[in-house]
T-cell receptor, first 111, second 113 residues
């Protein structure tokens, strides 16, 4: 089955700097790669996703890149703000309802 | 729309007890899933359903049962609770087709002593 590894497990950045979180997956059949943000005590919320027929997608300060050959995808957050502090999870799936998640990255934005 | 709702919010069980975690959605979504979240391990899929009457196992199904008699409801049953089932449980739903976004419920924090 699918296996997703996520790095780093914790990431501290200064406000205004960029943050990059990387994930690798094992199943070449996976074609859907979402990123979720989870604040303390809250539910995960989708922030961006990408399909296998697209190499990059941007939404304001957030971008995701996908390299299907190397089986890795990354989340880029530019101009980080204190409210970006949260746990971020990547996931992969062949079908949207069978997500396999990475272990998560705790992002701390220091002001 | 209430979205995805879960009850209870918190629950403490003794080892060996059984209980049902409730999940309901009012978005007419075909797909529903149950995940558990443990520290440092992300979310792991327990069971999922692609429609009423159809369920299948995820990564960690042992010790849990599900059924899907209606589109709206997807209860998760713990047959004989064990301390290893102490976790936060999230239910999620998504529409069929190519819109894959999963909408999560608020979660149930379960402690088994």
């Amino acid at each position: 089955g699918e296996n997703v590894e996520q790095h780093p497990s914790t990431l501290s950045v200064q406000e205004g700097d960029s943050a990059v979180i990387k994930c690798t997956y094992s199943d070449s059949a996976s074609n859907y790669f979402p990123w979720y943000k989870q604040e303390l005590g809250k539910r995960p919320q989708l922030i961006i996703d990408i399909r296998s027929n697209v190499g990059e997608k941007k939404d304001q300060r957030i971008a995701v890149t996908l390299n299907k050959t190397a089986k890795h995808f990354s989340l880029h957050i530019t101009e980080t703000q204190p409210e970006d502090s949260a746990v971020y999870f990547c996931a992969a799936a062949e079908y949207g309802n069978k997500l396999v998640f990475g272990a998560g990255t705790i992002l701390r934005v220091k002001s | 729309n209430a979205g995805v709702t879960q009850t209870p919010k918190f629950q403490v069980l003794k080892t060996g007890q059984s209980m049902t975690l409730q999940c309901a959605q009012d978005m007419n979504h075909e797909y529903m899933s149950w995940y558990r979240q443990d520290p440092g391990m992300g979310l792991r899929l327990i069971h999922y359903s692609v429609g009423a009457g159809i369920t299948d196992q995820g990564e960690v199904p042992n010790g849990y049962n599900v059924s899907r008699s209606t589109t709206e409801d997807f209860p998760l049953r713990l047959l004989s609770a064990a301390p290893s089932q102490t976790s936060v449980y999230f239910c999620a739903s998504s529409p069929a087709g190519t819109d894959y976004e999963q909408y999560f419920g608020p979660g149930t924090r379960l402690t088994v002593t």
